[in-house]
């Protein structure tokens, strides 16, 4: 039994991953036609739309209608808004670190993901350009 809840829950991600993947896809190429590609309009529609729903998908789930079978919660929340944005998630754990009090905590994750994933990108950047000259 517990073999199969895994496989569910492995399609449920994967059905959800692939559909958050095909919607930044396309909303992606959309902002560009519309706008321009001199401004990652797309990234940032996608990025605060990802956190709107993250945050009310995990209300719906977790307060209001605690009947929502796992493998949607998966779908959902894992496999489409993680392939849609992983920003949503960043925003739902800085809340959660929030609502434990320690504002130390949060404020770290919260600043330490901006800060470190930008320095992260560029230091790939370097790694690549001096392997590859």
Do not use: H
């Given at each position: 039994?517990?073999?199969?809840?895994?496989?569910?829950?492995?399609?449920?991600?994967?059905?959800?991953?692939?559909?958050?993947?095909?919607?930044?896809?396309?909303?992606?190429?959309?902002?560009?036609?519309?706008?321009s590609a001199?401004?990652?309009?797309?990234?940032?529609?996608?990025?605060?739309?990802?956190?709107?729903?993250?945050?009310?998908?995990?209300?719906?789930?977790?307060?209001?209608?605690?009947?929502?079978?796992?493998?949607?919660?998966?779908?959902?929340?894992?496999?489409?808004?993680?392939?849609?944005?992983?920003?949503?998630?960043?925003?739902?754990?800085?809340?959660?670190?929030?609502?434990?009090?320690n504002l130390?905590?949060?404020?770290?994750?919260?600043?330490?993901n901006a800060?470190?994933?930008?320095?992260?990108?560029?230091?790939?950047?370097?790694?690549?350009?001096?392997?590859?000259?």
């Amino acid at each position: 039994m517990g073999n199969e809840q895994e496989i569910r829950n492995a399609i449920a991600v994967s059905l959800g991953a692939i559909a958050g993947a095909l919607t930044r896809y396309y909303l992606s190429l959309w902002f560009v036609q519309k706008f321009s590609a001199s401004f990652p309009y797309g990234t940032f529609f996608i990025n605060i739309t990802g956190c709107l729903i993250m945050g009310f998908f995990a209300t719906l789930a977790l307060e209001r209608i605690p009947t929502i079978p796992p493998e949607i919660r998966l779908l959902v929340a894992v496999g489409f808004l993680g392939s849609y944005t992983t920003f949503s998630t960043y925003g739902l754990d800085t809340i959660n670190l929030l609502r434990t009090g320690n504002l130390l905590r949060a404020s770290f994750y919260w600043a330490g993901n901006a800060i470190l994933g930008v320095i992260a990108v560029q230091l790939g950047v370097i790694i690549a350009r001096a392997l590859w000259k």
